[in-house]
């Protein structure tokens, strides 16, 4: 029988085979090739003894949060409390970008900002639509459920940004764990534990732990040159430019002209150094 791992917990893997879930081990033998079964996959699994055989290849991976075959990650950054990170956002943007996963921001707390802090962001917000990206805010749901539509989403973002709460307010019957970031950053713990897929209407969402780091694993400075999509758009006389300290760069005019947001070069400049 094939189904979907939906939860794991230590050693305990929940598979979802149509609407029935097994609770199933996993064989020895991919500790020896060397692969975990993990959120996501497509398994074969033996009914009876309740064994995972096999794990179907994977269309695509996200190492953190540990997740394969989704089709969308909606980056939950909150605006205010904690406060937003563009650098955080960058990131994750290049590595969900450089996964072929197609990447969602989604705004929360947005009710905690002042009017001037608003506008600001309006320009943020306006930023990355224009270079492509969508942008939503965790107040505008029934856009969220259009965009997630038939689709397997991960949510991925800081630890009391509200991702659990977002899924809460998604479905009337999932009634997650949340809570305040000070309590939660108090007691030193992340308030979700594991990644758990979650079916809502006629699309599947993942809640995650939330983190606080992230590095960039096995991404090069072309990978991550070709992650900030917008660099694309131009041209530098010398084609491998990096963007650097490189002579008539087309990027850095780019940013001189404001064409390109210039915290997103920083944090492109930044991003370099830790690849590097
Ligand atoms: N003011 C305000 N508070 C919010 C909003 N969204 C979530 N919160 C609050 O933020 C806190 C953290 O939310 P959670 O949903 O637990 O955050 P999380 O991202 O799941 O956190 P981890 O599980 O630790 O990764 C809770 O107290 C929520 O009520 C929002 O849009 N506005
Ligand atoms: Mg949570
Ligand atoms: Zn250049």
């Known amino acids: 029988m094939e189904g979907q791992i939906v939860k794991i917990i230590s050693n305990l893997y929940t598979v979802k085979v149509g609407s029935e879930l097994f609770e199933c081990s996993a064989r020895g033998k991919f500790r020896e090739l060397k ?9 074969v699994i033996n009914k009876e003894e309740k064994w995972i055989k096999e794990i179907k290849p994977r269309k695509n991976e996200l190492k953190r949060p540990i997740i394969a075959n989704v ?42 900002l002042t009017f001037k802090e608003k506008l600001a962001l309006n320009k943020i917000i306006a930023y990355y639509k224009k270079i492509g990206i969508k942008v939503v805010t965790n107040k505008e749901l029934k856009k969220l459920k259009k965009i997630m539509s038939k689709k397997i989403v991960v949510l991925t973002g800081q630890t009391g940004a509200g991702k659990s709460s977002l899924i809460n307010k998604l479905s009337k019957e999932l009634n997650l764990a949340t809570n305040p970031i000070s309590e939660a950053l108090g007691r030193g713990k992340h308030t ?15 809640d995650t732990p939330g983190f606080s780091s992230l590095d960039f694993d096995n991404m090069t400075e072309i990978d991550l040159k070709e992650s900030f999509i917008e660099f ?6 010398f084609k491998d430019c990096l963007h650097e ?15 390109i947001l210039k915290s997103r070069y920083d944090n492109y400049r930044k991003f370099l150094r830790e690849v590097k």
Request: hydrophobic residues 45%.
């Open 245 to 259: 300290n490189e002579r008539d760069c087309a990027i850095k005019d780019a940013v001189r002209n404001k064409k």
């Open 232 to 237: 694309n758009d131009y041209e530098c006389p």
């Open 192 to 206: 979700t534990r594991h990644v758990e897929l979650f079916k809502i209407e006629d699309f599947y969402i993942a």
């Open 71 to 112: 089709d969308m990650a909606l980056i939950i950054t909150s605006v205010k409390k904690p406060d937003l990170s563009l650098n955080l956002l960058d990131k994750l943007l290049s590595n969900i970008l450089f996964n072929k996963i197609e990447p969602v921001i989604c705004f929360t707390k947005i009710d905690l």
């Open 35 to 43: 692969i975990s079964p993990i959120v996501g996959d497509i398994v």
